[in-house]
């Protein structure tokens, strides 16, 4: 199996992009990814394409609509979809065609237009329920985030002040994001304690909002990354992925147990064997904040309801033992769907090959790992990097 | 490094001015419930819960299923349920599915049914409880359309209320 490394990425700006088109998005991080790398598209050898339902801007065969944007024209392409968690799978996508010794460069695009839908994303969002025993409740999607989140609080005995601390540092540290939309230098925990109430629990302020935009990563073979950056190694060591039933109804809410295979699938590939110990970084799936703490535990960085604590003692501050979404994650940042990839896959690697700038953490991490979630809330897909 | 990223948010107002195409797609669907989900259905006309047990697990399953998505073999009977259960966990939703406010809020949740295996139930409504009243692990009993109102749906139950008189509104 040849060793993967990550040899540039780039984002757009999160934001509601109406002016521009998905291809045009794509184009932009795309040629972001090319630049940090020094490659030209020529010398890219295989395009793969991520984002989420189809139904989100009403395109079908989104690949191929985004096709042009993303380089993928006369080449092998092809699109990656498993939800949310697409933002981190289309990377291990990537790194499976270098893995296989198939090619020698990828280039991973990833794009998500949400700002098509009418009246509201969330309209279309409905249309993930099962048709036959949830559709006619006429479900709004922050339901099911609401009583996972309820289930999560009870289960753990963890108190809504602290997960409203999640909020409070990624919109903080997305100050200095510069994609940032929902950047917040003076929120604080009673902002998002008094936030307008959707579900309840979840309150506005617990929520990550829909947005626009793209991201993209270059990845190579070890053997061409030191030819073309050998100040920066940054390699991919781990990957995994695993579902749970799509029986919701049925599942435990409170523990993501399909993480936690994925995360050890990962860990075991990296030779991690006590990832508390050895994980330096982390940007788990942050779409809502109780997400941040329930991935930790599922990432098995802390035990189940300890994440909670650790919030609250500043351990996953940017200047923390463990920092956690330093790049401000989707709280902070925004939710693109798949292209959140450049938040979670994207932070991890600026973090590592020390290129974060403002954002750089204290601790000098040498080896990260990121997460996404999707489908109906129980796929998890998870990277471990490290610096060579 | 990131580089500086071109573009910006545009406001509403802007966005509208952006040359764009308005369109809504003209499809319609039958989704088939299938054998297991359709006698569910078929069942809650009838004013009854029904479930499926798989004897190589021993589970019994709601939403029932023709296999054993664990065992991967096929299930092997029907169940009739009494049709109470527990609140697993509930919302108070202040939003409908589009995403409107709503000033009387919605009580949602999930319930496991009696005599189903643990933690195997559905999402429903609950109803005549005040919101502050709901807590996870409350019993709760269905709460029927009438008869002539009901057309094989889950929604032929209306919502699921307290089995305790004192904690009904
Ligand atoms: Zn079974």
């Known amino acids: 199996m040849k060793e993967v490394a990550v040899v540039g990425a780039g984002m757009t700006l999160f934001a509601s992009r109406m002016m521009e088109t998905g291809k045009e998005l794509c184009w932009e991080a795309a040629k972001q990814a090319l630049d940090e790398a020094g490659l030209s598209l ?37 699109r990656v979809y498993t939800g949310g968690g697409t933002a981190v799978m289309t990377p291990i996508a990537g790194w499976w065609h270098i893995a296989s010794g198939m090619f020698d460069t990828v280039l991973v695009v990833n794009e998500e237009k949400m700002s098509s839908a009418r009246p509201h994303a969330q309209s279309v969002f409905a249309h993930i329920w099962d048709p036959i025993l949830d559709r006619p ?108 039933t799509t029986m919701w109804t049925n599942r435990d809410l409170a523990f993501p147990k399909f993480l936690a295979r994925a995360a050890d699938q990962a860990y075991r590939m990296a030779g991690i064997k006590d990832p508390k110990k050895e994980i330096h970084i982390a940007e788990p799936y942050d779409p809502f904040n109780y997400k941040e703490l329930q991935h930790m535990e599922g990432l098995l960085l802390c035990e189940p309801g300890e994440a909670a604590i650790l919030t609250r003692e500043g351990v996953t501050q940017r200047d923390g033992r463990l920092p956690v979404c330093p790049s401000g994650g989707l709280l902070g940042v925004g939710n693109p769907i798949a292209a959140t990839m450049g938040i979670k896959v994207g932070e991890i690697y600026w973090q590592l090959a020390r290129k974060a700038g403002k954002r750089q953490v204290r601790n000098d991490p040498v080896t990260g790992v990121c997460q996404a979630w999707g489908d109906l809330m129980q796929f998890s897909s998870v990277l471990v990097m490290r610096r060579r | 490094m990131i580089s500086q990223p071109r573009g910006r948010k545009l406001s509403r107002e802007e966005a509208e001015r952006v040359p764009h195409v308005v369109a809504r797609p003209k499809a319609r669907y039958a989704w088939s419930a299938g054998p297991a989900t359709g006698r569910f259905l078929e069942e809650l006309k009838e004013g009854r819960v029904l479930a499926r047990r798989c004897n190589g697990c ?35 939703s202040y939003i409908d599915t589009d995403a409107n406010r709503i000033a009387k809020p919605i009580l949602v949740g999930v319930l496991a049914f009696d005599g189903a295996s643990e933690g195997c139930g559905i999402m429903h409504y609950f109803g005549e409880v005040a919101p502050e009243k709901l807590y996870i692990g409350m019993e709760v009993e269905p709460v029927w359309k009438p008869q002539a109102e009901r057309e094989g749906a889950i929604t032929d139950i209306k919502y699921f209320r307290p089995r305790r008189k004192e904690d009904r509104q």
């Open chain 1, 42 to 78: 020529q010398e890219i050898d295989a395009v793969i394409m991520g984002t989420a339902p189809d139904a989100f801007d009403g395109i079908h065969k989104k690949g191929e609509n985004l096709l042009d944007g993303a380089g993928g024209a006369n080449k092998p392409y092809m």
């Open chain 1, 137 to 244: 409740l006429r479900p709004n999607l922050v339901w099911i985030f609401a009583m996972e989140m309820q289930r999560y609080m009870h289960k753990y005995n963890v108190r809504k002040e602290d997960i409203a601390l999640v909020s409070v540092k990624n919109k903080r540290n997305a100050v200095d994001h510069p994609c940032a939309q929902l950047a917040d230098p003076k929120i604080t925990v009673e902002d998002v304690l008094n936030s307008e109430p959707m579900a309840l629990p979840v309150r506005r302020l617990d929520i990550s909002p829909p947005s626009d935009g793209a991201s993209a990563l270059v990845l190579a073979s070890l053997d061409v990354a030191r030819e073309i950056c050998p100040d920066r190694i940054v390699t991919i060591d781990g990957v995994g992925w695993c579902i749970d």
């Open chain 2, 58 to 92: 021993g589970r019994v399953l709601v939403p029932p299923r023709m296999f054993c998505e664990r065992c991967f073999r096929p299930t092997d009977e029907w169940v009739y349920l009494p049709g109470t259960g527990t609140i697993q966990t509930y919302s108070i």
